[in-house]
């Protein structure tokens, strides 16, 4: 039988009073799955706030590396996904390719201790857990400045995957020298050794666009998430993570025109006027829109069933060192 949206809504909302469980949703999902979350936020504040959560369930609306740093993060809980969907940028990297991108320094003259991998957030559990195991750490958009500045204090080359984008642009943010693996640049001349990934999604946003909008309503603000390339970053007003850019925002006055660049989803719900999508192409992540108020309903009712769907089991070796780097960025 198929329901209506109000009517799984009236149906989920029933099962969450009865059920010890605890509904999470990213900034990105769709606004019926956003607005029945008992905790929404940005992928690390999702991940820290379930950490201090009581409930036995946590049922994660969004995309499987942020399930896994939750289940991580609190290996106790159950974390079950509606839909456990890959995010295209940390599908871009795996152990294998981790483990080549560290053959290429060395081939390049730079020993394995003279490297020290950070890993953005958006990367499976695998990955995370190869880069705790060297001795690195994990950081988000929001903090990746903070992260970097305090380890090159160490004085080694900084390997940074999955997102080019996001190296880059904290590289010439603070002055220092970046490149891409397979750009031909030799590592032992940059600070920062990017890993050639990027969000599809993020890559939807154009010096154009700026153009256009600038022209359009001179006087309007430009701002962008930092998944986006440097060029549109630096043509930009404000770069920020989804928290950011929502604070940002929200602290303008309403007359103020303003043109983002991230996800639709959270840019549609930021302010009733005056906020434009800086694309002429709806940049909408696939992988984040995939979850639907039937996969929910369906999710909450196998764990009313006893017999939970999708649940996130990560391998004891991975869980450990992958615990480690995420804490290790959470100590800092
Ligand atoms: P946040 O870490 O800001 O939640 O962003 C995650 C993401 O996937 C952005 O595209
Ligand atoms: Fe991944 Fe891009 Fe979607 Fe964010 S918007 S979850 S980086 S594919």
């Keep these: 039988?198929?329901?209506?949206?109000?009517?799984?809504?009236?149906?989920?909302?029933?099962?969450?009073?009865?059920?010890?469980?605890?509904?999470?949703?990213?900034?990105?999902?769709?606004?019926?799955?956003?607005?029945?979350?008992?905790?929404?936020?940005?992928?690390?504040?999702?991940?820290?706030?379930?950490?201090?959560?009581?409930?036995?369930?946590?049922?994660?609306?969004?995309?499987?590396f942020m399930g896994q740093s939750v289940k991580v993060l609190s290996p106790k809980k159950r974390v079950v996904m509606p839909k456990i969907a890959c995010c295209a940028m940390a599908k871009m990297i795996d152990a294998i390719y981790f483990d080549e991108s560290i053959a290429f320094m060395e081939e390049n003259g730079i020993s394995k201790d003279n490297i020290l991998p950070i890993t953005y957030i958006n990367s499976n559990a695998d990955v995370k857990a190869k880069v705790g195991e060297m001795g690195g750490l994990v950081c988000t958009s929001s903090n990746a400045k903070f992260i970097i500045s305090d380890a090159l204090k160490v004085g080694k080359k900084i390997l940074f995957v999955p997102d080019r984008c996001l190296g880059q642009n904290i590289a010439n943010q603070?002055?220092?020298?970046?490149?891409?693996?397979?750009?031909?640049?030799?590592?032992?001349?940059?600070?920062?050794i990017c890993y050639d990934g990027f969000c599809s999604v993020h890559q939807l946003f154009s010096l154009e666009d700026i153009g256009f909008y600038r022209k359009k309503f001179p006087g309007i603000l430009i701002a962008v998430h930092p998944e986006c390339d440097p060029k549109i970053c630096d043509a930009s007003d404000f770069v920020g993570s989804t928290s950011q850019l929502i604070?940002?925002?929200?602290?303008?006055?309403?007359?103020?025109?303003?043109?983002?660049?991230?996800?639709?989803?959270?840019?549609?719900?930021?302010?009733t006027k005056n906020t434009y999508?800086?694309?002429?192409?709806?940049?909408?992540?696939?992988?984040?829109?995939?979850?639907?108020?039937?996969?929910?309903?369906?999710?909450?009712?196998?764990?009313?069933?006893?017999?939970?769907?999708?649940?996130?089991?990560?391998?004891?070796?991975?869980?450990?060192?992958?615990?480690i780097a995420l804490e290790r960025m959470l100590a800092l």
């Design 1 to 64: 039988m198929q329901y209506t949206n109000e009517e799984l809504k009236e149906k989920i909302i029933d099962l969450k009073t009865k059920l010890d469980v605890t509904v999470v949703a990213h900034f990105y999902q769709r606004d019926e799955v956003f607005d029945i979350a008992d905790i929404t936020g940005d992928s690390l504040e999702l991940a820290t706030r379930t950490r201090d959560d009581d409930a036995e369930f946590v049922l994660f609306c969004g995309v499987g």
């Design 174 to 192: 603070m002055g220092l020298k970046s490149m891409v693996i397979g750009d031909g640049a030799n590592p032992q001349d940059n600070d920062i």
């Design 247 to 271: 604070k940002y925002i929200k602290e303008l006055p309403l007359e103020q025109k303003i043109a983002v660049g991230t996800e639709f989803n959270m840019v549609n719900r930021l302010r």
């Design 277 to 323: 999508i800086l694309s002429s192409t709806k940049p909408e992540c696939p992988t984040m829109n995939e979850t639907t108020l039937e996969d929910v309903y369906v999710t909450l009712k196998a764990i009313e069933d006893l017999k939970p769907i999708n649940e996130i089991h990560i391998d004891e070796s991975t869980q450990k060192w992958a615990k």
